[in-house]
């Protein structure tokens, strides 16, 4: 699947439970926040809470359950367990959309209610209640957020909680579905734009020929056969010195990275480390060279939120000091390195991506 959500925000009013793991979307998405408000005042839908932290939502809770930090992969998957056991699940969905449910159902017989209590510190009453809760509402919608995605198992986790979704249909039913809330304001576009080390533009998969190809003569430059590195696996690669040269852009891993002695352990292995953004980030310090981008502010182009709506950014001041936008110094870069860019506005790079 592609990473995103699964349905419009408008859809969550209609939902009669929301699960909420790891955001706090009231500060991160108030609009999102504001919508799932009126799926309570319209629906009387049913707000699960599971993050150790309290937040805004903790008050309009129905169930607050406070799991130890690391460990939604063991309740998640305990819940999937109990949900198997009462039979709750679409069965036409599950044999008509999905593949692999023996495989998963084999997967969850550690995942007993015991285990999760010592695993995540979640006491099986709880769990029974959440189940309950979830066994009885129709349309359930997942929203989770940098609590899940950000940690060390994250990938595992945002699985468990795809699976769960899949179990009861949740992809396909209007009002439900599963609703990531990405930290950055455009971090949707940056999946779509292919800035994933499995996927190119579109997510056509880098390992099938047929995606390659395409983009193959549209560039005209050979596409490697194989995925890239992930962001978690360029820093190990760098510590076994696999990687010698870094170039970030827009991001400082020291926020959204786990495990920061293992960032630090990988950027100390570099020999060459280049930072392109707007402000001076804690990574900034290890630099060899720093070039600077503008805000949103200073930049004309498009931001795509989180439901993958493409929105229109218009430049309102001139860029400060010597900062330049993004696009054109990767065209300055790329055109010196060999490979010629030649984009005289962001109109003619949103034409190639319309193509």
């Known amino acids: 699947g592609a990473p995103g959500m699964t349905h419009s925000m408008d859809d969550i009013l209609q939902a009669d439970l929301i699960l909420i793991v790891g955001a706090d979307v009231y500060e991160d998405n108030l609009i999102f926040s504001n919508k799932m408000r009126e799926a309570v005042r319209r629906n009387s839908a049913k707000i699960v809470l599971v993050d150790p932290r309290r937040t805004q939502w903790e008050k309009w809770a129905d169930l607050w359950l406070r799991p130890l930090p690391g460990s939604d992969v063991a309740w998640i998957n305990g819940l999937t367990r109990i949900l198997i056991e009462k039979g709750v699940g679409s069965e036409d969905f599950i044999a008509s959309m999905t593949e692999g449910f023996e495989t998963l159902r084999s997967s969850l017989q550690k995942f007993t209610p015991e285990f999760v209590?010592?695993?995540?510190?979640?006491?099986?009453?709880?769990?029974?209640?959440?189940?309950?809760?979830?066994?009885?509402?129709?349309?359930?919608?997942?929203?989770?957020?940098?609590?899940?995605?950000?940690?060390?198992?994250?990938?595992?986790?945002?699985?468990?909680?795809?699976?769960?979704?899949?179990?009861?249909?949740?992809?396909?039913?209007?009002?439900?579905g599963i609703y990531p809330m990405l930290s950055q304001s455009n971090g949707q576009g940056a999946c779509d734009m292919g800035a994933l080390s499995e996927f190119l533009p579109g997510y056509g998969r880098v390992e099938e020929e047929k995606a390659r190809v395409r983009f193959q003569e549209a560039w005209d430059r050979l596409i490697p056969e194989k995925p890239g590195f992930s962001y978690m696996e360029i820093f190990d690669k760098a510590s076994e010195e696999g990687i010698k040269a870094l170039y970030v852009l827009g991001e400082d891993p020291f926020i959204t990275l786990p495990n920061l002695d293992r960032v630090r352990n990988g950027l100390r292995h570099l020999d060459f480390l280049v930072i392109q953004d707007s402000f001076i980030t804690e990574i900034a310090s290890y630099a060899d060279v720093i070039l600077p981008g503008v805000s949103f502010a200073e930049k004309d182009g498009t931001f795509t939120s989180m439901?993958?709506?493409?929105?229109?950014?218009?430049?309102?001041?001139?860029?400060?000091?010597?900062?330049?936008?993004?696009?054109?110094?990767?065209?300055?870069?790329?055109?010196?390195?060999?490979?010629?860019?030649?984009?005289?506005?962001?109109?003619?790079?949103?034409?190639?991506?319309?193509?």
Do not use: H
């Not at 695993?119 to 029974?128: D, K, T, V, W």
């Not at 066994?135 to 699985?159: D, N, W, Y």
């Not at 010597?322 to 034409?351: F, Q, T």
């Open 307 to 355: 439901e993958r709506r493409v929105q229109r950014v218009r430049r309102s001041i001139p860029p400060m000091g010597d900062a330049r936008p993004d696009w054109k110094i990767l065209c300055d870069l790329s055109s010196r390195m060999g490979y010629p860019m030649a984009y005289a506005n962001p109109g003619e790079i949103m034409e190639e991506i319309a193509s």
């Open 117 to 176: 209590g010592k695993a995540a510190g979640i006491s099986p009453a709880e769990l029974e209640s959440l189940a309950g809760l979830y066994q009885s509402a129709k349309k359930r919608a997942l929203v989770f957020g940098s609590g899940v995605m950000q940690q060390a198992s994250g990938e595992e986790a945002v699985k468990a909680l795809c699976n769960l979704g899949l179990l009861t249909g949740e992809t396909e039913q209007s009002g439900g």
